[in-house]
T-cell receptor, first 113, second 112 residues
Framework: KNEVEQSPQNLTAQEGEFITINCSYS?????LHWLQQHPGGGIVSLFM???GKKKHGRLIATINIQEKHSSLHITASHPRDSAVYIC???????????????FGKGTKLSVKP | DTAVSQTPKYLVTQMGNDKSIKCEQN?????MYWYKQDSKKFLKIMFS???????INETVPNRFSPKSPDKAHLNLHINSLELGDSAVYFC???????????FGSGTRLTVV
């Protein structure tokens, strides 16, 4: 069972709409990553956050550690935002050290002009 | 300068062949990784190296052998390629395990 669940799996929006992508995880973590995979295949790290909220341009990421939930918001969406957005959390090794990332299955976003 | 560079970007080869994918990072990171992205676009860790030492080896066939000559390089060698090995392979590096990941642009491997 994948320990990172994302919703929705697919999302189509009109240009200008406010977008929300959700991520829930089942393991205890100290940080969560949001990644963007472009249609061409490259992966870009958008955010790493461990509490509260981070903002970069039109992208906002929030996390609630107690509820094991994070959201990625895109304001004033644009066709160039069309990509797959992936949530990832590090596993915890025995002894509590951070392990490797495990990934959600991604949310495919298409923004129509 | 590209932070994490992989070569080649595309690789088409026949079943049974042996091939290598190279990865180099110029970020000074201590940890490097290989991930496989399958046809359903799901990313999964294969190997993780910290300062040239293997720290994670997930359930990957023995035909896959990572090699880290120094902490800036992590190459992936695949023996006796099979059709199921067709995927996109991503190299990544991080400041420490779990933090500050940077991904390479991926290598699309097609086995025919």
């Amino acid at each position: 069972k994948n320990e990172v669940e994302q919703s929705p799996q697919n999302l189509t929006a009109q240009e200008g709409e406010f977008i929300t992508i959700n991520c829930s995880y089942s393991v205890g973590i100290s940080a969560l990553h949001w990644l963007q995979q472009h249609p061409g295949g490259g992966i870009v790290s958008l955010f790493m956050l461990s509490s509260g909220k981070k903002k970069h341009g039109r992208l906002i990421a929030t996390i609630n550690i107690q509820e094991k939930h994070s959201s990625l918001h895109i304001t004033a969406s644009h066709p160039r935002d069309s990509a797959v957005y992936i949530c990832a959390v590090p596993t915890l090794n025995y002894g509590g050290s951070q392990g490797n990332l495990i990934f959600g299955k991604g949310t495919k976003l298409s923004v129509k002009p | 300068d590209t932070a994490v560079s992989q070569t080649p970007k595309y690789l088409v080869t026949q079943m049974g062949n042996d091939k290598s994918i190279k990865c180099e990072q110029n970020l000074g990171h201590d940890t490097m990784y290989w991930y496989k992205q399958d046809s359903k676009k799901f990313l999964k860790i294969m190997f993780s190296y910290n300062n040239k030492e293997l720290i994670i080896n997930e359930t990957v066939p023995n035909r896959f052998s990572p090699k880290s000559p120094d902490k800036a390089h992590l190459n992936l060698h695949i023996n006796s390629l099979e059709l199921g090995d067709s995927a996109v392979y991503f190299c990544a590096s991080s400041q420490d395990v779990g933090y500050g990941y940077t991904f390479g642009s991926g290598t699309r491997l097609t086995v025919v």
